[in-house]
C-alpha cells in the first residue's frame, strides 16, 4: 500500500483534515475553557468518539449517523 500524496501546494490535498478540525473548533473549542490540559484531552475524546464518529449526520453520508450509513452498507454486501 502506497501513501497518497499529491503535488506540492495543491489545495485539495488536506481538505477533509481542515473540514473537521474547523468542524471541532467551531463545535468544541471555541465553546469550552478548560483548566487542564487533560480536561482538554478527554473533552476532545468524546466529542470524537462520542458525537462526531457516531451521531453526527453528515450530507456526505445523506444526512445519517455514521453508524448507520455503516448497517445499511453492510446489509447491501
Known amino acids: 500500500m502506497l501513501a497518497s500524496m499529491s503535488g506540492k501546494g495543491d489545495c485539495y490535498d488536506n481538505a477533509v483534515a481542515e473540514s473537521f ?3 471541532l473548533e467551531c463545535e468544541l473549542v471555541m465553546r469550552h475553557d478548560w483548566h487542564t490540559r487533560a480536561d482538554a ?3 476532545i475524546f468524546r ?3 462520542g ?3 457516531r451521531k453526527r449526520r453528515p ?3 445523506g444526512y445519517v449517523s455514521p453508524a448507520e ?3 445499511r452498507q453492510r446489509m447491501v454486501a
Open 41 to 43: 484531552r478527554g473533552a
Open 47 to 49: 466529542y470524537i468518539e
Open 59 to 61: 450530507s456526505t453520508f
Open 51 to 53: 458525537w462526531y464518529n
Open 69 to 71: 450509513h455503516e448497517g
Open 21 to 23: 478540525f474547523a468542524t
